[in-house]
């Protein structure tokens, strides 16, 4: 799906009427998921995807509820912040103070490390610990058919490790 | 509202019926929105707000669902932990050690700013970050028409900038 | 209860027909609550709790919604990362660098304190920190009946003080 707003943004299940959503409807309440897939371009990335998430609760048609957007990965997370471009460097120059890429982790030793590994394995022990201190999802307040996020706030897919695709699950519920 | 418990609460929309709440009742099942406002009184105050919280549930007359509470701010958070004086400044005192008002952000620099400023902008770098470890929202189990909190676990709004006028949106789902 | 996976696992009101769970059935929306306990072993354990979720998953049988896994302690936190044991002590010894349990915590001077206090309560003011930085829940989507994790996501309960029996309140919701 082209997308004018986010060149990195692409529907898992792309179709016309996004046959992709998983769809529930009982009783005037709707249970709405939609998995998102993203292309992030660097480390510590902060993707914007206040708008994709939005347009995720117009389809729903959702007026009151919630939506939850989830990340399904251990080294890529969810914030709330504000997008300004200045601040994102900082708050990236904090994790990487805090749990910086060129510290020792047992997790990079692959000779050490026992069970199932990915051939594209790297040493990425930093990103999973940053990822610890802030998590994998948010539940943000739906209101009037639109996230009620305050006027600062904005949703950020967070890469901490290298650039690769990343799925979100998008899912609203309410009435 | 005249609150006994806590002076810096009041509902937004102030109403004896507290016609404020966005209600939807659905077979069975409700969906209650307040926002609250609180005002803080100082930087790395935790506002102990359990009880207006709870008072939203009881006003719900949800019996089993969840609360949510989300902060609308990128430098307000919500926290769960004890309310025990001393540990309220150890905690503050971990957040200003991992990235202290006294260093140095990008962000605080307004004359390398660019896009939408607040005209009060001040140099709260800091406050972003110590949010992004912290999360803007707990979504909270009720059972027996109230928080299913632990013994020690209290709900605080966490004012990470300077003192300000901050808003809660607690939202309760459940039968 | 016996359970082969998890030795540390047992439901909290034991029964052969789970009476133990919370719940309400409404228009073909399942609200499902059970209160899991589990034995802790050490400091900074990360107890893989991903089967006995998904089992309480199925119990539900709940095929699209959420459920959340939600901490009864403020020093005990829910983590979703990857069950890699070199990585487990990797983001261990980041806790502990962040907030060390041999610094200095106001808390920790029980000659100071005010308040309500436990008579087993020790030294646990870097406990309360790290928690601050993880949180108390997290909100997982369900689709086709199971948690709906990515490939390397497992759920944990982190243990950040001594050795306890601990609860966590695991609540399924949709479809």
């Not at 251990?74 to 471009?85: C, D, K």
């Not at 060129?102 to 051939?119: C, F, I, K, W």
């Given at each position: 799906?082209?997308?004018?707003?986010?060149?990195?943004?692409?529907?898992?299940?792309?179709?016309?009427?996004?046959?992709?959503?998983?769809?529930?409807?009982?009783?005037?309440?709707?249970?709405?998921?939609?998995?998102?897939?993203?292309?992030?371009?660097?480390?510590?990335?902060?993707?914007?995807?206040?708008?994709?998430?939005?347009?995720?609760?117009?389809?729903?048609?959702?007026?009151?509820?919630?939506?939850?957007?989830?990340?399904?990965?251990?080294?890529?997370?969810?914030?709330?912040?504000?997008?300004?471009?200045?601040?994102?460097?900082d708050m990236g120059a904090m994790l990487e103070r805090l749990s910086t890429a060129a510290g020792v982790y047992q997790?990079?030793?692959?000779?050490?490390?026992?069970?199932?590994?990915?051939?594209?394995?790297?040493?990425?022990?930093?990103?999973?610990?940053?990822?610890?201190?802030?998590?994998?999802?948010?539940?943000?307040?739906?209101?009037?058919?639109?996230?009620?996020?305050?006027?600062?706030?904005?949703?950020?897919?967070?890469?901490?490790?290298?650039?690769?695709?990343?799925?979100?699950?998008?899912?609203?519920?309410?009435?």
């Amino acid at each position: 799906m082209a997308n004018a707003m986010n060149p990195a943004f692409r529907l898992l299940d792309d179709a016309a009427d996004h046959s992709g959503a998983r769809i529930r409807r009982i009783g005037g309440l709707t249970l709405w998921a939609e998995t998102l897939t993203f292309t992030t371009a660097s480390a510590r990335q902060f993707l914007d995807v206040t708008e994709e998430v939005a347009a995720v609760v117009r389809r729903s048609k959702v007026s009151q509820g919630w939506v939850s957007v989830f990340s399904k990965h251990t080294t890529a997370a969810v914030v709330l912040n504000e997008n300004e471009p200045l601040l994102l460097e900082d708050m990236g120059a904090m994790l990487e103070r805090l749990s910086t890429a060129a510290g020792v982790y047992q997790h990079n030793d692959l000779s050490r490390r026992t069970g199932e590994m990915d051939p594209e394995e790297c040493a990425n022990g930093h990103a999973h610990c940053q990822h610890l201190l802030i998590g994998a999802s948010e539940n943000i307040p739906v209101a009037e058919g639109r996230p009620d996020l305050g006027r600062w706030q904005r949703i950020f897919l967070l890469e901490l490790d290298r650039p690769r695709d990343r799925q979100l699950v998008v899912q609203v519920f309410g009435a």
